[in-house]
């Protein structure tokens, strides 16, 4: 029983830091996007 916990637990972490990636990911993406309008303009 305290396995399946454990493993879950791993998998919920890991969730985490794979959304925590997109996350830091898409706010480069918007302030790179952000960043080539400003130019454009």
Excluded at 9 to 33: D, F, N, P, Q
């Amino acid at each position: 029983m305290k396995l399946i916990i454990t493993k879950g637990m791993g998998v919920m972490k890991g969730i985490i830091k794979t959304i925590g990636k997109g996350v830091e990911a898409a706010a480069y993406y918007a302030l790179a996007t952000v960043g080539a309008a400003i130019r454009t303009v």
